[in-house]
């Protein structure tokens, strides 16, 4: 039996950039064959958006809730999407 496929877009705040943010979760988003992007907002905080199976998005999604060791992950917002067919998984400026 095949997993669902969904979409998430998260919105972190806290301390998450100038902290390797970004490359952390691409690197545990793309070890788990998650597709979507990862970028920085103007506001100081990261938005990420990652499609794959349930699993492996709940996992990055969890990732991201922590972050890398020098983050400091105050609040996540996601918000489900439907699923678009997302490959790869860039860092976007």
Known sequence: MTE????????????????????????????????????????????????GSSTAVDAVLDYVRVGPPRAEVTAVAVVWEAPVGETGFEIRD
Do not use: Y
């Open 4 to 51: 669902k496929i969904v979409r998430a877009r998260a919105k972190v705040q806290g301390r998450v950039q100038g902290v390797w943010f970004r490359r952390s979760t691409a690197d545990f988003a793309r070890g788990r064959g998650v597709a979507g992007w990862v970028r920085n907002l103007p506001d100081g905080s990261v938005e990420a958006v990652v499609e």
